[in-house]
């Protein structure tokens, strides 16, 4: 009964390959999201989808594609990878809007999938 | 400018002690401040979070103490324990931008038993 869940938790891959992540949640929640943790463990938001509509597209390289078949998947397909794409990747939902701003912005984290490229 | 800075990178208390870790916001929008508490290999969790018409708030041994004049606030953390031992993260959300987070640079918290 994991709210927030990611495949693969972990991705060793070659430099120019492609791959994907999938993220499904099961909180009933219409937004998601994903994020990037770099080396020095930042956070940084890339991609946010709302009832499956793009909302937010961070300045995120266009090798970077964000697919929401549905308001309870959110997946993320990398092209070309590069060294520099090394990072854990997180997907986290909350409440959409038309919630107080504390249920709104209370997201939930998925447990990561540390993406390795040699 | 939409950041958060956050201070200490990182800190080490004795068990028992009180952790401390400060953040300093900029963008007046913001109007809530949740801190995350991220253990090694796991996703960051909701601890605590504040509105700006609140000064303080408290939920066990985290308080969040807010001063809006200054744009600032931070976490305390009374009789901090080992199982405490985690990274910090205070963030807020940019008003009307589908729930976008900024999150400060992170504290890694060790206490010491």
């Known amino acids: 009964d994991t709210a927030v869940s990611q495949t693969p938790k972990y991705l060793v891959t070659q430099m120019g390959n492609d791959k994907s992540i999938k993220c499904e949640q099961n909180l009933g929640h219409d937004t998601m999201y994903w994020y990037k943790q770099d080396s020095k463990k930042f956070l940084k938001i890339m991609f946010s989808?709302?009832?499956?509509?793009?909302?937010i597209n961070e300045t995120v390289p266009n090798r970077f594609s964000p697919k929401s078949p549905d308001k309870a998947h959110l997946n993320l397909h990398i092209n070309s990878l590069e060294l520099g794409d090394s990072a854990v990747y997180f997907c986290?939902?909350?409440?959409?809007?038309?919630?107080?701003?504390?249920?709104?912005?209370?997201?939930?984290f998925g447990p990561g999938t540390r993406l390795t490229v040699l | 400018q939409q950041q958060v800075k956050q201070s200490p990178q990182s800190l080490i208390v004795q068990k028992g002690g009180i952790s401390i870790i400060n953040c300093a916001y900029e963008n007046t929008a913001f109007d809530y401040f949740p801190w995350y508490q991220q253990f090694p290999g796991k996703g960051p969790a909701l601890l605590i979070a504040?509105?700006?018409?609140?000064s303080e708030k408290k939920e066990g041994r985290f308080t969040i103490s807010f001063n809006k004049s200054a744009k600032q606030f931070s976490l305390h953390i009374m009789d901090s324990q080992p199982g405490d031992s985690a990274t910090y993260f205070c963030a807020a959300p940019i008003y009307n931008q589908g729930g976008k987070l900024i999150f400060g640079q992170g504290t890694e918290l060790s206490v010491k038993p």
């Open positions: 989808y709302n009832n499956k509509e793009l909302i």
């Open positions: 986290a939902s909350s409440q959409g809007f038309g919630v107080p701003t504390s249920r709104r912005n209370e997201q939930f």
């Open positions: 504040i509105r700006p018409d609140v």
